[in-house]
């Protein structure tokens, strides 16, 4: 009949239409909460981005510091229409006050002047929006963080480390800027840790004669 010979041609052309196109990649692929573990080789490597109370007198937001064993998750959510630009809040599931507070920086006062010159603090704070762009590595599953927000001379730099710095009550590794070169960080799951390379013992024998 008609009808069925219709069927059968609209059939075919489903069958011979061409796949939809792919959807095009996240311009922000690190959404959701991550880890920050320092992926550079210096001695601080595998230690994890993390924060402290209270741990200068300069202010009283909480720092962002390095430990060993000290696990902290950080909510990484996409700047609309910027590419690769996030910005970073806490997570920590154990401190759910701090859940509005995002990552990022305070300067070094003296005497209430702003001091350009001295690495400046990283911190949580509500009350302003930090805006990270996040660079990975070629050939590597590491990436560079750099800030966006801010003023000279401090926009645009890196996120480092700092283990000399002034007015801390503990001795601590402090998350700063532009400091120690652009160093790189894993940015893993919440489940994840970097693996640790593999040891290896190695006899070396002199010959004689």
Same mark, same amino acid.
């Given at each position: 009949?008609?009808?069925?010979?219709?069927?059968?041609?609209?059939?075919?052309e489903?069958r011979?239409?061409?796949?939809?196109?792919?959807?095009?990649?996240?311009?922000?692929?690190?959404?959701?909460?991550?880890r920050?573990?320092?992926? *550079?080789?210096? #001695?601080?490597?595998?230690?994890?981005?993390t924060?402290?109370?209270?741990?200068?007198?300069?202010?009283?937001?909480?720092?962002?510091?390095? /430990?060993?064993?000290?696990?902290?998750l950080?909510?990484?959510?996409?700047?609309?229409?910027?590419? *690769? !630009?996030? #910005?970073?809040?806490?997570?920590?599931?154990?401190?759910?006050?701090?859940? $509005?507070?995002?990552?990022?920086?305070? #300067? !070094?006062?003296?005497?209430?002047?702003? $001091?350009?010159?001295?690495?400046?603090?990283?911190?949580? /704070?509500?009350?302003?929006?930090?805006?990270?762009?996040?660079?990975?590595?070629?050939?590597?599953?590491?990436?560079?963080l750099?800030?966006?927000?801010?003023?000279?001379?401090?926009?645009?730099?890196?996120?480092?480390?700092i283990?000399?710095?002034? *007015?801390?009550?503990?001795?601590?590794?402090t998350?700063?800027?532009?400091?120690?070169?652009?160093?790189?960080?894993?940015?893993?799951?919440?489940?994840?840790?970097?693996?640790?390379?593999r040891?290896?013992?190695?006899?070396?024998?002199?010959? /004689?004669?």
């Open positions: 009949p008609p009808e069925l010979a219709n069927v059968k041609e609209e059939i075919e489903i011979n239409e061409p796949p939809p196109p792919p959807p095009p990649p996240s311009i922000h692929p690190l959404e959701g909460e991550r920050l573990f320092l992926a *550079d080789g210096c #001695r601080y490597r595998f230690q994890e981005l924060f402290a109370r209270n741990f200068s007198g300069q202010h009283n937001y909480p720092g962002a510091v390095l /430990r060993e064993s000290d696990p902290c950080w909510n990484f959510v996409g700047v609309p229409e910027k590419e *690769d !630009v996030y #910005r970073i809040f806490c997570a920590d599931p154990n401190f759910s006050d701090l859940h $509005q507070a995002n990552l990022t920086y305070t #300067r !070094v006062l003296d005497d209430e002047v702003p $001091q350009d010159d001295q690495a400046p603090y990283l911190t949580l /704070r509500e009350d302003d929006y930090c805006e990270w762009q996040i660079r990975k590595l070629s050939n590597k599953d590491q990436y560079e750099y800030c966006l927000s801010g003023s000279a001379p401090f926009e645009g730099e890196s996120l480092g480390w283990d000399e710095q002034e *007015d801390l009550k503990d001795e601590l590794i998350a700063t800027l532009g400091e120690n070169g652009n160093p790189s960080w894993w940015i893993l799951p919440e489940n994840q840790t970097p693996t640790l390379p040891r290896a013992s190695h006899l070396i024998v002199m010959n /004689r004669g």
